[in-house]
């Protein structure tokens, strides 16, 4: 029987020197697992969507600079060619490339076999991340009064480490008896929402309630959810984030709607040195994705689609970030410098 707290489910296991991937895509229909036994299929997975989430393609990343390691050997230059081929993989969660620059520069640093030093800082960067998501779900759970809430993609155990940084502060105000119910936006065009989020709150005892992204205005208008509490693939210096594609919109009508917005995201999903959104890289992914659903049509033929997975909430939006060093009020340049001051 799953508690409120279960948090039983990994995306990225590294056991017996293998790399093993949940197949994210299968979920909820089937469990499966990938060995990915190269750096390039570490990438090709996270390319194509095996692994999703910021902090989960950081890990795997992580994890495919070991494998680039062994693979190479005493050839830096290859090995630095791995690196760069797994920070490419996806452009808009900084998380990946946080934790291949981690990895180069114990690459630079290391005289012989880097293999030992990577391995241990994939892990370091693992185990971190599981540790940022439980407090943050303490931080970010201390926000939350009584009610409902609205979410959206997946940013639980999937996602991340294990726990989650969204998904962690919902479990965490759910198990002190906070929260009532979670909606969750079904999240086109992977149904991150209804494969993933459902999946794991169903997992763990937590009512959900699905719905399409066109009814969360009638949602927040109908005053039942207290807070919009949403993860982030990259926070800029200022506090703009890139999230999930829709997650604009939700901060749009909770602040019309008089309903809060949290952004739950570890320091890692930072980067200072990106001044704001309009400097983030947003992904851009193929219109086949919008067009056809389980290789079947869903559109007319001779339709095109402009199908960005990403877009950026400015920071005026949102009320709280919630990171596992504090959490940022209305979020603003020196907010962050002060936040990430703390962090160092
Ligand atoms: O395209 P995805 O599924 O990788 O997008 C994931 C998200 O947008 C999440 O909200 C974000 O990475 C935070 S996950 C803790």
Redesign the pocket.
Known sequence: MATPDNDGVRAVIWADDRLRLLDQRLLPAQTAWIEATTAAKVADAIRD?VV????A?GIAAAYGAVLAARACGPDREALMRELDRLAAA?PT?VNLGWAIARQRRLVEESVGDATPALLAEAVAIHEADLSANRRMGELGGALVETGDVLT????GSL??GGY???LGVIRSAYADGRIGRVYADETRP?L?GSRLTAWELIHDGIPVSLLCEGAAASLLASGRVSWVI????RIAANGDVA??IGTYSLAVLARHHDVRFMVV?PTSTIDMATPDGAAIPIEERPEEELLSFAGKAVAAAGASAWNP??DVTPADLIDAIVTEVGVVEHPGLAGMHELMGQRA
């Open positions: 969507m999703r989430g910021a902090p393609i996806r969660a959206h993609c997946n940013t996602a991340t989650g940084t969204a992977w991150q949403v993860g982030a693939d999230n999930k995201a997975v990403f």
